[in-house]
């Protein structure tokens, strides 16, 4: 068989000697170039390895962090949506550094009336506007957000010099902060709270005209540390409201003082549970941490219809301590139905939580807390088991927003009562995506202000695996006809309409957020996609699981960067994806693989031109060769036939018979068609090849040409195919796992598709 | 109205930055001439809330799209605003659009239309108005492919026409 596959080697080298000659004949003195190949390695992208990040992926020998716990006192002022605040920040700096200045992250500001966000945003005069637009935009002053910072001051009492740059203070410490050491300092502040629907923003509140009631959902609500890291040294971009936060990890102690009927829930352990409960509720709770099916209403609907008929001037204060956050959240309101259900995760039972106002039943009772079970489960299984003892999903309008062990999401009936399946299905997802924050990025601590793709992919992509779980375990969940979850995002064909758009308004996934013009598409649905097809198509949910879990286990309450993501992913699998972060991360390059050409061969036992040739060159015998010769060539003759020629070739049937026994001959493939198949790339990704052949015996049969096959030419190849059975039809990525933009050019014989707007018009026509 | 004036007083444009709530506000128009049956062929996509927002303030608040329920007053709806606010010249003359219909794909609303009877394109201008009554941000994208030429234009309130010569 050895020499079979010669012969076919001597075709190509022909060929390429072709080739040579023609290039030979070129006049024009070529200018050289850098290393351009798909494959080439990411040393120039990526950072040097070192102490603090390690060559594999994972944290470094020197690898440290900062610790930042808070203390804080809060008190809301309910009639007038004001928070108040008083903390005490202790400060450990872990890192090798002396440090001359702190910095403290004022997300609030960018609320402010001195708020430069609005200054970024490019605008135009209208032709005509409404009275109200016209008022509130050239003579209102708008809304008076921002931190109002009372004082700050050091632990000995005394004021502390700082100086604030819009969303970031500086604290000028008495004396430098040396390695190992400790700065307890606290800051007085309060400031108004946002209409979160109205004004929008990610915390605020949400106005209940019918009740005159606030619901509210805190969050970046206080002072909070900014990070100091090995890669960044302090981050430094401001919160223009739209990239998220960089947050180091600490403890909080918090102090929440509100309506003495209001229900709260938020980060951490509620610490003094019998003072904010009633017997009842208190009841119900012990119930609950034993039902593992059906959730229990810890406040039912009826008591709170109840309850907003008054309101009280009493208060209550909930205490709430949490270890090794990254964040702290709440909601609180009168409004608020709470119901909660245990879920086991690993040998830990765990809360899943929800809170939500009637609006959102029928819908919220049904479906929120059983949402954030399943999450819990299916994360888990990707990643590590969920270490926080609870998970809240709170309802809110229009949210979407995850902070540690709470978050606010949307998906509200209409007033009926009836929903939509875009409104459960939204509600249902976005409840999946927020829980599974709680992994990336309140666990997996990434920098959100850099990379929004870093959480927010990551997250993307272990919601489609979540949804799908959702739908199998509570099949309840789905509606008529449907068999599968409709998950948005993940599946590889969603996303080429994006891919293959205009190249003006796409930027590629490792780009800060700010920066990006489809923020969706290039930090969600992109980097969550490629994941999908990295793990279902390029490696294999085997080697991607561990090395994903891998990745999650290494860095969890830990700061990871794009490049230990990257490199664990390789480290972990022997599986080297430079080429793949390389396309699918730093260009916005697209998948199009295309069949070119398909070209039939005979194979004879008479000398074919080219075969008279190479007898010549080498001195051989014609019977030493078979020939190969083209369909519809000159040499082609009209009583050619595809057949296997073992029984006209002596010099086969010698070799055969002198080299394997009659057993083995009996095994032998006896192929009679042969093709060769060239299949070009207009798009600029290297994508493995996916083909199926399709026989004229109605079987078929689907060949994977991994990446590399693209290594040498980046824009055809051709694969010599020999097969016992007619080919029919070849397919190029038959069940649209690659994210192929343009699938035209993906059969032979080209299919004629029919376009979709012709396919549209028939169908109404019909 | 409400939510839309706070937006322009505070122009948080960029604090829309939730999942699956989409932050900015684009249609995407593609429009093909198809020589072979004289026929311009427009597909356009508009987000279904947005939709739903527009439909709601102008012909009845108690609108919902993609509700499964019959939708032939609500195309009807759809098709009055489209074609009052998509024009398109060929050949200096203003062109006859017919509205086919639409269907929902996801969280979009795809609408198709057509001008027939179109031998040849010598000059071609759209102006597509969508949305821009609601929407101060709105962008229209919309890519053209005539003649074997492709061109992509981005159609806001104040630049909201594009223009080809052949």
Sequence with gaps: MNKLKYYLLTVLFVTVGVFAQQDEEQKEPQAGHTNQNKFKQLYDEFSTPNMYRAASGAPGSAYYQQQADYKMDLELDDVNAKLYGNETITYTNNSPDVLQYLWVQLDQNMRARDSKTPLIQGSGVNPAAQISTYANTYMSEGFDGGFNIQEVKGANGKPLKHMINRTMMRIDMPKPLVSGAQFTFSIKWWYNINDHVNGRGRSGYEYFKEDDNRAYVMAQFYPRMAVYNDVEGWQNSQFWGRDEFALPFGNFEVNITVPEDHILDGTGKLTNRKEVFSKDMMKRYEKAKKSYNEPVVIVTQDEVVEKIKTKSSKKNTWKLYAENVRDFGFATSRRYIWDMMAVKIGNKDVMAVSMYGKEGNPLWEDWSTKAVASTLKSYSRMTFDYPYHKAISVHAKQQGMEYPMICWNYGRPDKDGNYSDRVKFGMMSVIIHEVGHNFFPMIVNSDERQWTWMDEGLNTFVQYVAEQDFAKWYPAALSEGQSAYPSRRGPAAKITRYMGGDQDFIAPIMTKGLNTYQFGNNAYSKPGTALNILRETVMGPELFDYAFKEYSRRWMFKHPTPEDFFRTMEDASAFDLDWYWRGWFYTTDYVDIGIKDVKKFYVSTKATKQGKDIIKRFGMDEKDLVYFVEDGSEEHTAGMKSESISNNSAPLKEYLMDNFSAEERAKMKEPKFFYSVTFNKPGGLVMPIIVEYAYADGTSKTETYPAQIWRLNDNEVSKAIASDKEIVSITVDPKLETADVDTSNNAWPREVKQGDFDKFKNKVKN | ?166
């Design chain 2, 1 to 166: 109205m409400k939510i839309f004036k706070w937006l322009l007083i505070l122009s948080i444009i960029t604090s829309f930055a939730f999942v699956s709530v989409h932050k900015y506000y684009v249609s995407i128009t593609k429009i093909e001439y198809v020589k072979e049956k004289k026929s311009v062929q427009i597909i356009s996509r508009i987000f279904i809330d947005d939709l739903e927002n527009l439909l709601k303030e102008r012909f009845d608040k108690n609108i919902v799209l993609a509700s499964k329920t019959d939708e032939t007053i609500i195309d009807g709806y759809i098709k009055e605003y489209l074609l009052s606010r998509l024009k398109i010249t060929i050949n200096k003359n203003e062109s006859n659009i017919v509205f086919i219909g639409k269907k929902y794909d996801e969280d979009v609303v795809q609408c198709y239309l057509e001008i027939e009877n179109i031998k040849h394109i010598k000059s071609f201008s759209v102006e597509n108005k969508t949305l821009f009554d609601v929407f101060s941000d709105q962008k229209n994208i919309v890519r053209t492919n005539i003649n074997g030429k492709q061109k992509s234009f981005i159609l806001i309130p104040e630049n909201d026409k594009g223009m080809l010569n052949f």
